[in-house]
């Protein structure tokens, strides 16, 4: 699109980089994005800016911080009789337990990927005489769409639609990130695509109460080097929550879109993985609609497994690079994962290993 054009240009690129390098000042930035983080291993970014920014990929990819108890519970549910669950593809093999729901799609249970929940509606008025189950997983992006297809299946009264919800809200475990002991950065850059709906206001925490500069960004690389030059000149100035995307977010979000998360869902704790429960960072279902609630099924979960060697938890906090975990691209890969920021796209551990290891490993 030409509109972009201007966000890609080598020599837009090439002025941000050197306005960079003209400040006087260094920075340990992370990104809470998993699309940013894709970005900017894509592009180069990390070892073009290093040594003087140091970036730092935070728990920005909601597969990601699934925890095993939560994947545990959809394969039990979907090894169910008469249950089909519907599941966006990236969900299919992120590892639980026992297996993965690609595992249990092998075994026998009926396991659908979809790319929007309204096609887990269709599925519903088409299999009247089968449970569907839609796999909820994501952050605010996400969930003004679950939320409008759960009224939606209620107002037709479709009684065989069930969500299970591990939704999850970015500001709540941005707090709780800030308020770790060992937890030292001099700026975030923000989620773009989360912030179209709950807007800039939702920040303000960060900066006010934690002294954090912030900056919510576009995904092209002149977007990501505006924001890094905005938080390095904050540190000079004063911290601030700024939007460079000013051509999709504003202050107050999608209003409309924060309704009806409001009709549908409570906020609740939430286990993320990496972290820990977090109070109000999760959203389930509200009373009225809990005939649709899949999480409410009793079922029969498997008990702690050996630990794997994976270090996913330590990668989502910024305390380790994925190469610091032994498994990264020998155990663990993409086509083989053991851990899930191996999994999704927008994993830190898939981006790096795409774009980021060294030559000899690719050879």
Not at 8 to 29: F, M, N, Q, T
Not at 121 to 145: C, H, Q, S, Y
Not at 225 to 250: C, D, H, K, T, W
Request: hydrophobic share 40%; aromatic share 8%.
């Amino acid at each position: 699109m030409k509109y972009l054009d201007e966000f890609r240009s080598p020599a837009v690129v090439k002025g941000l980089l050197r306005r960079i390098r003209e400040l006087d000042c260094s920075a340990r930035i992370m990104e809470v994005c998993g699309t940013h983080t894709t970005a900017i291993s894509k592009f180069g970014l990390r070892s073009v800016l290093a040594p003087q920014v140091e970036l730092i990929s935070g728990p920005g990819c909601p597969v990601c911080v699934t925890s095993d108890a939560d994947i545990d519970r959809v394969i039990a549910v979907a090894r169910m009789p008469d249950v089909i669950i519907a599941t966006f593809g990236d969900m299919m093999k992120v590892p639980g337990s026992e297996g993965s729901l690609a595992d249990a799609s092998a075994e026998g249970a009926r396991v659908e990927v979809v790319y929007s929940p309204l096609e887990a509606l269709e599925i519903a008025k088409n299999d009247g005489d089968k449970r569907v189950v839609f796999l909820g997983v994501g952050f605010e992006t996400t969930a003004p769409a679950v939320a409008s297809t759960l009224l939606q299946a209620a107002d037709e009264g479709l009684d065989n639609f069930y969500l299970l919800s591990f939704h999850k809200l970015v500001p709540p475990a941005l707090r709780a990130l800030s308020l770790l002991p060992d937890f030292e950065i001099d700026g975030f850059i923000l989620p773009g695509h989360v912030s179209t709906i709950i807007g800039s206001d939702a920040y303000a925490f960060l900066a006010e109460e934690f002294g954090i500069p912030c900056v919510i960004t576009g995904f092209e690389p002149a977007d990501i080097l505006q924001a890094i030059y905005l938080l390095l000149r904050m540190r000079q100035e004063g911290p601030s929550v700024r939007v460079e995307y000013s051509r999709a977010v504003r202050p107050e979000g999608n209003l409309k879109a924060l309704s009806v998360m409001e009709r549908v869902f409570d906020r609740v704790p939430a286990t993320w993985r990496g972290l820990f429960e977090i109070p109000d960072s999760g959203l389930s279902l509200k009373e009225e609609h809990s005939s649709h609630d899949a999480g409410a099924w009793e079922v029969e979960l498997p008990g702690p497994v050996a630990d794997k060697g994976c270090r996913c938890g330590e990668v989502l906090c910024g305390k380790i690079k994925p190469a610091e975990c032994p498994l990264f691209a020998k155990k663990c890969t993409p086509e083989d994962p053991v851990g899930p920021c191996m999994v999704s796209s927008e994993g830190t551990c898939a981006s790096y290993y795409l774009y980021e290891r060294p030559e000899d490993e690719i050879a």
